[in-house]
């Protein structure tokens, strides 16, 4: 609610016949019919709460948790993140044949948490609290060595925050992720009158796709690197086919 509070008002100072003042004109309309309902009420007071208790936290794991079996599919994706980052340790899913002697097998057991708290600000795993309002985000990727000179932008939904405690580089710690699913870009034809969001941090993608497991962009990333929300609405990008498409922007 406040990320996209912050975009209307963004788009709202943009010269009055524009398309992006008409647009959030749009969407206040939109949403005062909601407005002083009981349920926007208790979401808008859930909200602030939130915001209270997480300001000043710097890093903290949600409360309610629970010890499962990662997916196979999660699990082959962890595997093929950890390969990458540490070639020389390789691991594998234990249902999975090791494409090397000394591999590593993986232990499918995980902590799953509803949310994370970074720098103040709470996100969500959608596929464990059922909703997603709260997990559209920003991530940084480092490159493969950790350095910042490489580094990759990611727009997407976090599905899942998980702890594995298998000591695999036996350094007597646990290791914490995401997983993710990232935007599909839009690179189809769209009218010039877009380009005005470019100063706005606004990205257009395709509505309600994402990219395949084939991406360049991790699907499993480490928890530090999601440095924000992202707000949502939907709209038409060529009047004569009214196309509808996610419309973001960095919270």
Not at 215 to 237: K, M, N
Request: net charge negative; hydrophobic share 35%; proline share 4%.
């Amino acid at each position: 609610m406040c990320e996209s509070s912050r975009l209307t008002y963004a788009l709202l100072q943009m010269p009055k016949e524009s398309l992006p003042c008409e647009v959030a004109e749009n969407m206040l309309k939109a949403s005062s019919e909601e407005r002083g309902t009981v349920a926007a009420l208790a979401a808008l007071s859930k909200e602030l709460d939130e915001v209270d208790a997480d300001a000043g936290q710097t890093y903290a794991l949600s409360p309610r948790r629970q010890k499962t079996s990662m997916t196979l599919e999660t699990c082959r994706l962890l595997a093929k993140a950890l390969c990458f980052r540490s070639p020389l340790t390789p691991v594998h899913c234990r249902s999975d044949r090791p494409v090397v002697p000394h591999s590593i097998p993986l232990d499918r057991k995980a902590t799953f948490f509803d949310y994370v708290v970074i720098k103040g600000k709470r996100f969500y795993a959608s596929r464990t609290v059922g909703y997603n309002s709260s997990s559209l985000v920003h991530a940084v990727i480092p490159d493969s060595h950790g350095h910042g000179e490489g580094s990759r932008n990611g727009y997407g939904e976090v599905l899942e925050i998980f702890q594995l405690d298998q000591d695999i580089h036996f350094v007597g710690q646990s290791m914490w992720f995401a997983c993710m699913r990232w935007f599909k870009p839009w690179h189809g034809e769209s009218s010039v009158c877009w380009e005005d969001f470019a100063s706005l941090s606004v990205h257009l993608w395709e509505l309600e796709e994402y990219q395949g497991s084939d991406t360049q962009i991790p699907t499993i990333i480490d928890l530090d690197c999601i440095h924000g929300h992202l707000a949502r609405t939907t709209v038409s990008i060529r009047r004569r086919s009214g196309e509808g498409l996610g419309y973001y922007q960095l919270g």
